[in-house]
C-alpha cells in the first residue's frame, strides 16, 4: 500500500498535480506545504521499516495504516495547520516508540515481556481504531465538499489530537528508552549476582578441553542418528545413557550432540567430567556450573536463578540435594521459554569423584526431570556418557531406571560400521597430511591404511592418536618413517584389549624420547622427570610451574614434551597460563594401570606421589623463606596439620 502512495505522491500523479499557476497553490506555502507532507510520508516509512520483523506484526499494520490518514492531506494545501499537527504527532510516535523499540530488541533479544506485549498490542489497537476512522472519512461521497468543511476539517484535528493521545498515553506507561536502561541496570545486577557462583570450565566448548572435537564428517552416523531421534521424540525416555570403553569415542560423540543441540538453541547445558582436573570431577561444582550456564539459556531463568544466590550466597556451597532444587529445580519450574526440547549433557560421569557423587547426579536427575518436564510442559532430556562402571551400570540397571531410560553400548556396534568409519577418518586425514607436506597422492597405500584399521581395535582414540603421531614430523620425508614405526610387527602381547593401543602409546614416547638425545642435559632422565610429573599431579601445570616444582629451566620442560603432541595439550605460547594437559585420559592408564604393555616407561604412582610431595614441601619453603610468614602463622599452621593427621 504505502509503495501505491507513494507513486500517487510523485509529480504529475492525480493526488500529486504539478505545480499550478494559481496563487493559492504557489509560492512558499505551497513549498512548505510540500515538505512537510514528504517529511511526513518519511518518518512514517522510517517508522514502519523499524518495526518490521520484530515480534509484534499488528503493530507494523497500525503504522502503515496511518498512510490512509496521510492520503486525507493530498487535498488539505491550503491547511497547513493540519498536516504540521500530523507531522509532529508522527515524529512522536517514531521517536519514542518505533526507533527505541527497534534499537531495544536489537541490542536486548529478550527485552520484550508480557507487560510490554500488552501495551504494545493496545496500541497497536488503538492505531487501527484511528485509520479504521480515516477509512470511513476517504469513502465518503463528494470529498471536495468534504474537504471545504470546517465541520470536517475539526473531525480531522480531532484524528490529530487522538494520535497524540494514543502516543502520549503509550510513553506515560514507561518510555521505552527508560525501560531498556532499567532492564539493562536489572541484568547486569543478577549478572553480577550469577556470577558469584562457584563453577567449573566444563562446557562442550570451554578453553579446557582444547583439541576436543565433534565426529569427523561422515562417521557415526547411526548413533548420531539415533541420539538425535531420541531427542526429538517427545514420548522419549528423559535420560539416554551411552556406554563405550575408554577410547571408543563417547566423549566426540557427547561433543557433537552437544554442539548441534547448541546451534538449535536447544542446549540447555553441558558438563563434561575429567578425572585429570579438580573442578571438572568435582560433583559439587556440577549443578552451579549447570546453574550458570543455564541463566544464559533463557532470560526467564536468570532471574529466579539470581533469586537463589541471593536468598542464599553460599549455596554454591551447599550439600548437591539443595544445591539442585534452588538452582536447577526451582528456576526450571518458572520457565516461560517455548521449546520443543531442552538437553543437558553430562559427559563421563565415570570420571566424577568420588563415586556417590556420580550416584547422586544420577538418582536426582531421575527423580526430578520428569516431574520438572510435566510442570512446565517441555520435554527435559540428559544424555550421559560413561564407561560401563559397576556402581553406574548397577544403577541403569535397575528396575525404576530402566523406565526412565535409554541405552546404547557403543562397544556393541558392528565392527564392520565402526572399521568403516576409522577407516574414513583415517584415509581423509592422512591426506590431508600429504597435501600438506607436497607428498605424492598415492600416499599412504590402501594396504597401510588397512593395516592401521586392523591394529585400531574398534577404538577412535587409536586413529586419532596415530594421526597426530604421524603429523607431529617436520618435514614431508619423515611421514613415511613414522607410519612404518607404527606398522613394525609387534614382539609384544596381543591378548589385551588394549595392546594395540599400548603399542602406540609406547612408540609415541620411545620415538620422543630418542629425539631428545643432546637437546638438554640428561635428557632420559628429564623427560621421564616431566612426564612422571604431569601424569600424577592432581591438577595440570603450565610449563612455567612445572619448571619451579622441578627446578628446571621452562625450555627444557617443554623441550622435553615437544614430541608428545599426539598425547598431550601443549600451548604454543611458552609463557601461557594454559595448563599442559592429557589429549586422552587412556594415556594415563596406559601409564599407570597395572597389565599395561608400558614396560619401562610404566609409572609406580606410591613412588611417584612421595616425590611429588616432597618437592611441593621444598618449593614451599623456599617461598616461605621469601615471604616472611609471621611465627604465629607457621605456628597455626603446624598444629592444623597436626590435627587433621591426628583426624
Given at each position: 500500500?504505502?509503495?501505491?502512495?507513494?507513486?500517487?505522491?510523485?509529480?504529475?500523479?492525480?493526488?500529486?498535480?504539478?505545480?499550478?499557476?494559481?496563487?493559492?497553490?504557489?509560492?512558499?506555502?505551497?513549498?512548505?506545504?510540500?515538505?512537510?507532507?514528504?517529511?511526513?510520508?518519511?518518518?512514517?516509512?522510517?517508522?514502519?521499516?523499524?518495526?518490521?520483523?520484530?515480534?509484534?506484526?499488528?503493530?507494523?499494520?497500525?503504522?502503515?495504516?496511518?498512510?490512509?490518514?496521510?492520503?486525507?492531506?493530498?487535498?488539505?494545501?491550503a491547511n497547513e495547520e493540519a498536516i504540521k499537527s500530523f507531522n509532529a504527532a508522527v515524529v512522536r510516535l517514531n521517536d519514542n516508540v518505533a526507533a527505541p523499540l527497534k534499537e531495544a530488541i536489537n541490542s536486548q533479544p529478550d527485552f520484550m515481556d508480557d507487560d510490554?506485549?500488552?501495551?504494545?498490542?493496545?496500541?497497536?489497537?488503538?492505531?487501527?481504531?484511528?485509520?479504521?476512522?480515516?477509512?470511513?472519512?476517504?469513502?465518503?461521497?463528494?470529498?471536495?465538499?468534504?474537504?471545504?468543511?470546517?465541520?470536517?476539517?475539526?473531525?480531522?484535528?480531532?484524528?490529530?489530537?487522538?494520535?497524540?493521545?494514543?502516543?502520549?498515553?503509550?510513553?506515560?506507561?514507561?518510555?521505552?528508552?527508560?525501560?531498556?536502561?532499567?532492564?539493562?541496570?536489572?541484568?547486569?545486577?543478577?549478572?553480577?549476582?550469577?556470577?558469584?557462583?562457584?563453577?567449573?570450565?566444563?562446557?562442550?566448548?570451554?578453553?579446557?578441553?582444547?583439541?576436543?572435537?565433534?565426529?569427523?564428517?561422515?562417521?557415526?552416523?547411526?548413533?548420531?542418528?539415533?541420539?538425535?531421534?531420541?531427542?526429538?521424540?517427545?514420548?522419549?525416555?528423559?535420560?539416554?545413557?551411552?556406554?563405550?570403553?575408554?577410547?571408543?569415542?563417547?566423549?566426540?560423540?557427547?561433543?557433537?550432540?552437544?554442539?548441534?543441540?547448541?546451534?538449535?538453541?536447544?542446549?540447555?547445558?553441558?558438563?563434561?567430567?575429567?578425572?585429570?582436573?579438580?573442578?571438572?570431577?568435582?560433583?559439587?561444582?556440577?549443578?552451579?556450573?549447570?546453574?550458570?550456564?543455564?541463566?544464559?539459556?533463557?532470560?526467564?531463568?536468570?532471574?529466579?536463578?539470581?533469586?537463589?544466590?541471593?536468598?542464599?550466597?553460599?549455596?554454591?556451597?551447599?550439600?548437591?540435594?539443595?544445591?539442585?532444587?534452588?538452582?536447577?529445580?526451582?528456576?526450571?519450574?518458572?520457565?516461560?521459554?517455548?521449546?520443543?526440547?531442552?538437553?543437558?549433557?553430562?559427559?563421563?560421569?565415570?570420571?566424577?569423584?568420588?563415586?556417590?557423587?556420580?550416584?547422586?547426579?544420577?538418582?536426582?536427575?531421575?527423580?526430578?526431570?520428569?516431574?520438572?518436564?510435566?510442570?512446565?510442559?517441555?520435554?527435559?532430556?540428559?544424555?550421559?556418557?560413561?564407561?560401563?562402571?559397576?556402581?553406574?551400570?548397577?544403577?541403569?540397571?535397575?528396575?525404576?531406571?530402566?523406565?526412565?531410560?535409554?541405552?546404547?553400548?557403543?562397544?556393541?556396534?558392528?565392527?564392520?560400521?565402526?572399521?568403516?568409519?576409522?577407516?574414513?577418518?583415517?584415509?581423509?586425514?592422512?591426506?590431508?597430511?600429504?597435501?600438506?607436506?607436497?607428498?605424492?597422492?598415492?600416499?599412504?597405500?590402501?594396504?597401510?591404511?588397512?593395516?592401521?584399521?586392523?591394529?585400531?581395535?574398534?577404538?577412535?582414540?587409536?586413529?586419532?592418536?596415530?594421526?597426530?603421531?604421524?603429523?607431529?614430523?617436520?618435514?614431508?620425508?619423515?611421514?613415511?618413517?613414522?607410519?612404518?614405526?607404527?606398522?613394525?610387527?609387534?614382539?609384544?602381547?596381543?591378548?589385551?584389549?588394549?595392546?594395540?593401543?599400548?603399542?602406540?602409546?609406547?612408540?609415541?614416547?620411545?620415538?620422543?624420547?630418542?629425539?631428545?638425545?643432546?637437546?638438554?642435559?640428561?635428557?632420559?632422565?628429564?623427560?621421564?622427570?616431566?612426564?612422571?610429573?604431569?601424569?600424577?599431579?592432581?591438577?595440570?601445570?603450565?610449563?612455567?610451574?612445572?619448571?619451579?616444582?622441578?627446578?628446571?629451566?621452562?625450555?627444557?620442560?617443554?623441550?622435553?614434551?615437544?614430541?608428545?603432541?599426539?598425547?598431550?595439550?601443549?600451548?604454543?605460547?611458552?609463557?601461557?597460563?594454559?595448563?599442559?594437559?592429557?589429549?586422552?585420559?587412556?594415556?594415563?592408564?596406559?601409564?599407570?594401570?597395572?597389565?599395561?604393555?608400558?614396560?619401562?616407561?610404566?609409572?609406580?604412582?606410591?613412588?611417584?606421589?612421595?616425590?611429588?610431595?616432597?618437592?611441593?614441601?621444598?618449593?614451599?619453603?623456599?617461598?616461605?623463606?621469601?615471604?616472611?610468614?609471621?611465627?604465629?602463622?607457621?605456628?597455626?599452621?603446624?598444629?592444623?596439620?597436626?590435627?587433621?593427621?591426628?583426624?
Amino acid at each position: 500500500m504505502f509503495k501505491k502512495l507513494k507513486d500517487k505522491l510523485q509529480p504529475g500523479s492525480p493526488l500529486h498535480p504539478p505545480r499550478s499557476p494559481n496563487p493559492r497553490n504557489a509560492g512558499d506555502g505551497s513549498d512548505r506545504w510540500e515538505t512537510l507532507l514528504n517529511a511526513t510520508q518519511t518518518t512514517l516509512s522510517i517508522a514502519k521499516d523499524s518495526v518490521a520483523g520484530l515480534p509484534f506484526p499488528g503493530l507494523e499494520a497500525a503504522i502503515g495504516g496511518l498512510l490512509k490518514v496521510l492520503t486525507i492531506y493530498q487535498g488539505m494545501k491550503a491547511n497547513e495547520e493540519a498536516i504540521k499537527s500530523f507531522n509532529a504527532a508522527v515524529v512522536r510516535l517514531n521517536d519514542n516508540v518505533a526507533a527505541p523499540l527497534k534499537e531495544a530488541i536489537n541490542s536486548q533479544p529478550d527485552f520484550m515481556d508480557d507487560d510490554l506485549q500488552k501495551r504494545l498490542e493496545l496500541l497497536a489497537n488503538d492505531l487501527t481504531d484511528l485509520t479504521q476512522r480515516a477509512d470511513t472519512m476517504l469513502s465518503r461521497e463528494k470529498r471536495k465538499k468534504f474537504f471545504s468543511s470546517q465541520d470536517d476539517l475539526g473531525i480531522i484535528q480531532e484524528l490529530n489530537r487522538d494520535l497524540d493521545r494514543i502516543v502520549i498515553a503509550f510513553t506515560g506507561r514507561g518510555s521505552i528508552g527508560a525501560e531498556m536502561e532499567a532492564r539493562a541496570a536489572k541484568r547486569l545486577a543478577q549478572t553480577l549476582v550469577i556470577d558469584k557462583l562457584p563453577r567449573a570450565q566444563a562446557r562442550h566448548d570451554s578453553a579446557s578441553r582444547v583439541g576436543a572435537n565433534p565426529c569427523f564428517q561422515g562417521t557415526r552416523n547411526s548413533i548420531l542418528q539415533e541420539i538425535s531421534a531420541w531427542i526429538d521424540d517427545p514420548n522419549a525416555p528423559p535420560i539416554f545413557w551411552l556406554s563405550g570403553m575408554a577410547g571408543i569415542g563417547k566423549s566426540t560423540i557427547a561433543h557433537t550432540i552437544a554442539e548441534q543441540e547448541d546451534k538449535k538453541h536447544r542446549l540447555g547445558a553441558s558438563f563434561f567430567f575429567s578425572r585429570d582436573e579438580a573442578d571438572r570431577r568435582n560433583p559439587h561444582l556440577v549443578y552451579p556450573t549447570i546453574a550458570f550456564q543455564l541463566a544464559g539459556f533463557d532470560t526467564s531463568l536468570r532471574g529466579p536463578i539470581a533469586q537463589a544466590v541471593e536468598r542464599d550466597a553460599d549455596i554454591g556451597l551447599a550439600i548437591m540435594q539443595k544445591q539442585f532444587e534452588h538452582l536447577i529445580a526451582g528456576p526450571l519450574a518458572k520457565l516461560k521459554v517455548s521449546a520443543e526440547t531442552i538437553l543437558f549433557v553430562l559427559d563421563a560421569l565415570d570420571e566424577c569423584r568420588p563415586a556417590s557423587g556420580a550416584l547422586e547426579i544420577l538418582s536426582r536427575w531421575a527423580l526430578e526431570l520428569p516431574k520438572i518436564s510435566a510442570q512446565v510442559g517441555i520435554p527435559l532430556k540428559v544424555l550421559i556418557t560413561s564407561r560401563p562402571e559397576l556402581h553406574i551400570h548397577d544403577q541403569f540397571n535397575s528396575s525404576s531406571f530402566r523406565l526412565i531410560s535409554q541405552s546404547f553400548v557403543l562397544h556393541d556396534i558392528e565392527k564392520s560400521v565402526v572399521r568403516a568409519d576409522i577407516e574414513l577418518f583415517l584415509t581423509k586425514r592422512l591426506a590431508d597430511l600429504a597435501t600438506r607436506h607436497r607428498v605424492g597422492q598415492s600416499w599412504p597405500s590402501v594396504a597401510e591404511v588397512n593395516a592401521l584399521v586392523s591394529r585400531s581395535d574398534n577404538l577412535f582414540i587409536f586413529a586419532s592418536t596415530t594421526v597426530n603421531f604421524i603429523g607431529g614430523v617436520k618435514s614431508g620425508r619423515s611421514l613415511q618413517h613414522r607410519l612404518d614405526r607404527l606398522l613394525k610387527p609387534d614382539p609384544n602381547d596381543t591378548t589385551s584389549a588394549f595392546a594395540q593401543l599400548d603399542a602406540l602409546y609406547y612408540q609415541v614416547l620411545e620415538d620422543a624420547e630418542s629425539d631428545l638425545e643432546e637437546t638438554i642435559p640428561d635428557a632420559g632422565r628429564t623427560f621421564r622427570l616431566v612426564l612422571e610429573t604431569i601424569v600424577l599431579l592432581l591438577d595440570p601445570f603450565t610449563s612455567t610451574s612445572l619448571a619451579a616444582l622441578l627446578s628446571l629451566r621452562n625450555d627444557d620442560v617443554l623441550t622435553a614434551v615437544q614430541d608428545l603432541h599426539s598425547i598431550l595439550v601443549i600451548p604454543p605460547d611458552p609463557d601461557s597460563s594454559e595448563p599442559i594437559r592429557f589429549f586422552h585420559p587412556s594415556f594415563s592408564d596406559f601409564v599407570t594401570g597395572p597389565g599395561r604393555l608400558s614396560g619401562r616407561f610404566c609409572i609406580a604412582s606410591a613412588e611417584g606421589h612421595a616425590r611429588l610431595a616432597k618437592l611441593c614441601l621444598e618449593t614451599m619453603h623456599s617461598l616461605l623463606k621469601k615471604i616472611r610468614v609471621p611465627l604465629e602463622v607457621l605456628g597455626y599452621l603446624i598444629r592444623r596439620l597436626r590435627i587433621s593427621k591426628g583426624a
